[in-house]
């Protein structure tokens, strides 16, 4: 596989206090299988669809303070992740976790824009990220959402390089790279829809069959519906919180609703 461009979205994990919790749910709404917890890396496990790799769950590090929110963390490829580091800092980011490499698999760091967005960096070796995408159970789309959006989108476009279109009608923004395939979205949080007490984040989307069947079979094991199902240009979603409070959203590609909308 050719290496992803710069700022593509290339892999996701998740920490969970309660890891065989969360391999019972997103083994029931999104059909993942699940490998060997490789004890060498912190009990990191990979998840699978039909046996290709499409995300990790992993316990908390020993000697953690408190209790950790459970989160999606997405990561973007980089040729170099220290110098990416290093960009992200001139761009007024903060790098958590610094530059270190993960045996033979490749290099990563943890970092969050200057509006809290917490995301992360990943340089391939051997682990070259996502071996499917946009296919039922897998990664699908990804959103940054954030209150400060002039903030986030100077960030962003200056660490990776991206292009982007702003919607029309309302204050949703596009990356792309190089005019290409859109890689992620940005959305504003606004006072009506997000408590202050929820941090500005990155949505994932995995995608499903049936968005309706999957926020049922979410409810089912202990998920909590938080938006939709809704239709929309680009398929059927919905907002879901996992049991240990992850928030991610499923949406069914297929199943589209209206005229994409016009950007400028």
């Known amino acids: 596989m050719a290496a992803r461009p710069e700022g593509t979205p290339v892999w996701t994990d998740a920490m969970f ?7 019972t749910f997103y083994a029931e709404v999104l059909d993942w299988t699940f490998g060997e917890s490789s004890s060498e890396y912190g009990n990191y496990t990979q998840a699978y669809k039909g046996g290709k790799a499409v995300a990790a769950v992993v316990p908390p590090m020993p000697g953690q303070d408190g209790e950790p929110q459970s989160a999606w963390c997405l990561y973007f490829a980089s040729p170099d992740v220290a110098a990416t580091a290093e960009k992200i800092r001139s761009a007024g980011g903060t790098v958590v976790m610094e530059p270190m490499q993960v045996g033979d698999f490749g290099s990563m760091c943890i970092a969050q824009d200057p509006t809290g967005v917490t995301f992360g960096v990943w340089q391939a070796g051997s682990h070259e990220g996502f071996e499917l995408e946009g296919e039922t159970g897998s990664f699908a789309w990804a959103e940054v959402f954030t209150r400060e959006p002039e903030k986030s989108d100077a960030f962003f476009t200056t660490v990776f390089g991206y292009g982007s279109e702003k ?4 204050d949703y923004r596009v990356f792309d790279l190089g005019g290409e395939q859109p890689v992620l979205g940005r959305m504003k949080m606004t006072a009506e829809d997000f408590p202050p007490e929820i941090p500005p984040y990155i949505q994932l989307y995995f995608a499903v069959d049936n968005c309706d069947k999957a926020v049922e079979r979410a ?10 199902p809704m239709d929309s240009p680009y398929g059927r979603f919905a907002a879901i919180l996992d049991p240990q409070g992850a928030a991610f959203a499923v ?9 994409m909308p016009e950007m400028e």
């Open 17 to 23: 206090t309660d890891v065989e919790g969360a391999k």
């Open 251 to 259: 949406i069914d590609l297929r199943t589209t609703v209206g005229d």
């Open 219 to 228: 409810e089912a094991v202990g998920g909590r519906k938080v938006f939709g």
């Open 167 to 170: 919607m029309k009608d309302m």
